[in-house]
């Protein structure tokens, strides 16, 4: 049972044109008007859930009240085109059986083998940025951090330099973006309606699947060594402990396109608000700065660094707080429900804003403050543990928490000891474009200064 909440009922179609064009700006208005727990009816009737005791509760979904994937949930059916029998998709009897597979891929062996080559992915890097600080010249830090993000990902999902791919993976993911970010009007969103839209998309699946399909043959005609970190080799081999069926070819690439699309972007716009985030707080900044110093000297980064970073961590933290990289996680209610003392009936849509619920001033004292002592162990310790879900919560958290993590510190840290970057143009943070992940609507134009007469910077 959670506390009594009163249940605010926004006007019919209120605002609700706003979902397509500002959705984080529509919903974080629904929680200042109607309160943390609201009925939204219009194009597309939903309850926004604040209360971070009612977001723990209906992600933990102790009792079953809710499915992430139902027939109704026209988001999900949407995402389902793409996502097909991956695990961000998948309907609960297939979901189940491939979490129980597919969760040992990511245990934190796995995680800290792939410390290695992020680090070496991320010297690459700072040699990349060496130059564009010598030329001085602002570059778009979004597609910088995208394609990053991408090689970071490529290399350790398949063990390979897959970079004269990239262009390709881009144009397709870009294509199946579009999709997924266009309103799903009735007639021409249908799936099978033949837009160019659909029909493009249709092709980029294609394309991605054989381009897939050719790496597993790959894997399977030259196969690793055993021990190698590969998640196509690993997938090759994983079984459910309870069945012993394994996975075919045809879930390996529907679960490799869910890895690339769920984890890539979502990452690199971690990073990208990092670099921002530290741009506009230099109190802050000089305290990475002297952390990175001081734990680092002037000797390369190793894993063994890592958890010394706490202070580098808790800003991580604080940017996945203020502008988390990914805004959405839905739920259909699969019977009635009782949300804070409201009867919900069963088919009901819940939606949960994560930037929303993560600036909520009920919970957050002066939430648009920029503080990494908010995650000082004693204030999360005080914290509903509901308050914070940059990675969701329960059975569907993000099966790629850990990695995602590893490679921000990583990255922070290797880039952020030789390297200042500089905002170019004004940019208001709240003014947000959400689509698969979170971005600066109108880009971040930044330029690199390197800190050689403020920290040391030979490390190799
Ligand atoms: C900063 C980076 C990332 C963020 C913020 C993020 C965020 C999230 C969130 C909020 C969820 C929960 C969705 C829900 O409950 O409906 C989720 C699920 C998921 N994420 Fe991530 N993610 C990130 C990186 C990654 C990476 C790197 C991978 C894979 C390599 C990944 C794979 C997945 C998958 C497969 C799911 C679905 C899990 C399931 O339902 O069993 N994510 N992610």
């Known amino acids: 049972m959670t506390a009594p909440i009163t249940l605010g009922v926004a006007p019919r179609f209120y605002k609700q044109w706003q979902l397509a064009r500002n959705a984080v700006g529509f919903c974080n208005q629904l929680r200042a008007e109607f309160g943390d727990l609201v009925l939204a009816r219009g194009f597309f009737d939903f309850y926004l ?7 723990g509760m209906v992600l933990v979904n102790k009792d079953r009240i809710v499915d992430r994937v139902d027939a109704r949930n026209p988001i999900y059916q949407r995402i389902g085109n793409i996502g097909r029998s991956g695990l961000a998709t998948s309907a609960p009897e297939h979901w189940r059986p491939q979490r129980r597979r597919v969760a040992p891929l990511f245990g934190a062996s796995t995680i800290r083998g792939f410390a290695e080559t992020m680090i070496a992915t991320a010297e690459t890097w700072a040699a990349r940025w060496d130059a564009k600080a010598a030329s001085g010249v602002a570059f778009d830090m979004k597609a910088e951090m995208n394609e990053l993000s991408l090689e970071v990902n490529t290399r350790c999902l ?3 330099e897959l970079r004269d791919d990239h262009a390709r993976l881009q144009g397709w993911f870009s294509t199946m973006k579009r999709y997924l970010e ?8 249908a799936w099978r309606f033949p837009s160019p839209l659909n029909l493009g998309t249709r092709a980029a699946l294609r394309a991605f699947d054989r381009w897939a399909l050719g790496l597993i043959a790959r894997r399977r005609a030259a196969p690793l060594a055993p021990d190698a970190i590969d998640m196509i080799t690993r ?10 069926r394994g996975m075919s070819d045809e879930e390996i ?6 890895f ?3 984890g890539f972007e979502s990452t690199s716009s971690a990073l990208l608000w990092t670099f921002y985030q530290l741009s506009q707080h230099p109190d802050i900044e000089a305290r990475v700065h002297a952390e990175l110093d001081d734990v680092l000297g002037d000797r390369a980064l190793t894993m063994a660094d890592l958890p010394k970073l706490g202070y580098t961590r808790r800003v991580i933290d604080e940017v996945m707080r203020q502008t988390p990289a990914v805004w959405f996680m839905a739920r259909t209610t699969v019977t009635e ?30 939430p648009a403050r920029f503080d990494p002592d908010r995650f000082l162990p004693e204030a999360v310790a005080a914290r ?8 969701g919560r329960g059975p569907h958290a993000c099966i790629g928490s850990h990695f995602s993590l590893q490679e921000l510190l990583v990255m922070t840290a290797a880039l952020a000891r030789r390297f200042r970057a500089v905002l170019v143009d004004d940019l208001d943070p709240t003014d947000v474009r959400a689509g698969l992940s979170v971005y600066p609507r109108h880009g971040v134009r930044m330029r690199l200064e390197r800190r050689d007469s403020s920290g040391p910077v030979r490390a190799r």
């Open 235 to 244: 997938m090759l081999g994983a079984r459910d402990p309870e069945t012993g």
């Open 253 to 258: 690439v529907h679960e490799l396109l869910t």
């Open 384 to 391: 509903s543990p509901g308050a914070y879900v940059p990675f």
């Open 158 to 160: 398949f063990n390979t």
């Open 260 to 262: 690339l699309i769920a």
């Open 337 to 366: 429900v009782d949300l804070g003392g409201n009867r919900i009936p069963e088919g009901s849509h819940l939606l949960m804003s994560i930037p929303t619920l993560h600036n909520n001033p009920a919970v957050w004292s002066e």
């Open 182 to 189: 266009a309103f799903p009007y009735p007639l021409f969103g």
């Open 49 to 55: 859930v604040n209360d971070p005791e009612l977001v």
